[in-house]
């Protein structure tokens, strides 16, 4: 089975603080996501990674902020948290494109508060 | 700019009964659409993908509809449990650019009544 794993499910930073999320899956996905889920607005892609060392950004980038240095590793990171920053936030992998699989594989999900 | 248009309701239904669920997009044409089911405080979880060259697709209760001109997918559970009560989220292919992407939409949440 896909597992995908996040470092915390429940996170509390104070404003200003820089946050990371960590997020590793043991599939061997060249394709990683992050989004982040709030009431009323669904899932939003913030960034995502095809392949180490490789970012693009998704719909709502800023404030955000990705590193990618090992193929089962993608990290997110608030540089200055805020309070419009308290989240659920959820990793995703998915292989590649020519395996002929398009599903995503969801972590379990970092709820995190900023106050 | 694309929109996925899911019913914010929640669907209230007997159990036995088919609950249907739909989704509507507009201003693309996706080549395929997925359907993930998600359960309160968890990630989503994939359940089903078509294509936009098939009009249905099964997989034991769940039954997806895929109508390219109508801009529409219908996602059926036949025979529905309680423990079929969750929200269920329609991802159609995020349209070009970023086109290894898939588009959300906000989730309709089924709620089966014992």
């Known amino acids: 089975d896909v597992k995908v794993t996040q470092s915390s499910r429940y996170l509390v930073k104070r404003t200003g603080e820089k946050v990371f999320l960590e997020c590793v899956q043991d599939?061997?996905?060249?394709?990683m996501f992050w989004y982040r889920q709030d009431p009323g607005l669904g899932l939003r892609l913030i960034y995502f990674?095809?392949?180490?060392?490789?970012?693009e950004k998704g719909d709502i980038p800023e404030g955000y902020s990705v590193s990618r240095e090992k193929k089962e590793r993608f990290s997110l990171i608030l540089e200055s948290a805020s309070t419009n920053q308290t989240s659920m936030y959820l990793c995703?992998?998915?292989?590649?494109?020519?395996?002929?699989?398009?599903?995503?594989?969801f972590g379990p999900g970092t709820r995190l508060t900023v106050t | 700019s694309q929109k996925i248009e899911q019913n914010s309701e929640a669907l209230n239904i007997q159990e036995g009964k088919t609950a249907t669920l739909t989704c509507n997009y507009t201003?693309?044409?996706?080549?395929?659409l997925q359907w993930y089911r998600q359960d309160p405080g968890r990630g989503p979880v994939f359940l089903l993908l078509?294509?936009?060259?098939?009009k249905e697709k099964r997989k034991e209760r769940l039954k997806v509809t895929f109508d390219t001109t109508l801009k529409q997918s219908l996602f059926h559970i036949t025979a529905s449990q309680p423990a079929d009560s969750a929200t269920y989220l329609c991802?159609?292919?995020?349209?070009?650019?970023?086109?290894?992407?898939?588009?959300f939409g906000k989730g309709n949440q089924v709620v089966v009544i014992p």
């Open positions: 599939m061997d996905h060249e394709n």
């Open positions: 990674s095809y392949d180490v060392k490789m970012k």
């Open positions: 078509i294509r936009e060259n098939e």
């Open positions: 201003n693309y044409s996706p080549a395929y």
């Open positions: 995703a992998s998915r292989p590649r494109w020519s395996s002929g699989s398009y599903e995503q594989y």
């Open positions: 991802a159609p292919r995020h349209q070009p650019p970023g086109n290894n992407r898939l588009a």
